[in-house]
């Protein structure tokens, strides 16, 4: 089945403890981001790959990094995580960076930092 | 990129059709309106896109103004299960930026 899978999808850790959540995509696309979503404010992209080595910031990239170094894997890390970054969070893909093709979800990953 | 404008929050009686506008009146000529919905807090879903002709699948019909100014999803017969928070995107088509901006949504209550 093509999908975007996200891992974990629930973590609670505290602040300053390293983390990553890993996001993996089955369906060979160039295209992948991630999304961060808060109540009252939809959802603000983080960073975004348009292919393997190619990533650029979004809306919000402060506190996050991203590597693309697998064209299917793009995992988020949070090198020093805040309480600022409890949220629910997205990664989503397309086969390209057109605007033609369709943006496919993960199921989400939601994280609490106490 | 263009930003969307959304009512917050609609409500639509089961089985009629469901009307949902979107303003993007800073659209460029090679953007792609999208929409799609969130169930709770589940990942969006994928209903609909088009570009500047009106489009139907079996979710939806996209209803995009000749300008492309304004667009309006039509869910034919609501039913319970259609209650969710729906966006309207723009996505550009070819190079450029591509940053995607989403809004706040629309609250979509069907009500029985």
């Known amino acids: 089945e093509a999908q975007v899978t996200q891992n974990p999808r629930y973590l609670i850790t505290v602040t300053g403890k390293k983390l990553t959540v890993t996001c993996s995509q089955n369906?060979?696309?160039?295209?992948m981001s991630w999304y961060r979503q808060d109540p009252g404010l939809g959802l603000r992209q983080i960073y975004y790959?348009?292919?393997?080595?190619?990533?650029d910031k979004g809306d919000v990239p402060e506190g996050y990094k991203v590597s693309r170094k697998e064209k299917r894997n793009f995992p988020l890390i949070l090198e020093s995580p805040s309480p600022n970054q409890t949220s629910l969070y997205f990664c989503?893909?397309?086969?390209?960076?057109?605007?033609?093709?369709?943006?496919?979800f993960g199921a989400g990953s939601r994280l609490t930092v106490l | 990129d263009a930003k969307t404008t959304q009512p917050t929050s609609m409500d639509c009686a089961e089985g009629r059709a469901a009307n949902l506008p979107c303003n993007h009146s800073?659209?460029?000529?090679?953007?792609?309106v999208y929409w799609y919905r969130q169930i709770h807090s589940q990942g969006p879903q994928y209903i609909i896109h088009?570009?500047?002709n009106n489009e139907t699948n079996e979710m939806a019909s996209l209803i995009i103004t000749e300008d492309r100014k304004s667009s309006t999803l039509i869910l034919p017969h609501a039913t319970l299960r259609d209650t969710a928070v729906y966006y309207c995107?723009?996505?550009?088509?070819?190079?450029?930026?591509?940053?995607?901006?989403f809004g706040t949504g629309t609250k979509l209550q069907v009500i029985p």
């Open positions: 995107i723009v996505r550009v088509g070819s190079g450029g930026y591509q940053k995607v901006t």
């Open positions: 989503a893909s397309s086969l390209s960076k057109s605007g033609a093709n369709v943006l496919t």
């Open positions: 369906m060979n696309h160039e295209y």
């Open positions: 088009g570009l500047k």
């Open positions: 800073t659209i460029s000529g090679n953007e792609y």
């Open positions: 790959s348009m292919n393997v080595e190619v990533t």
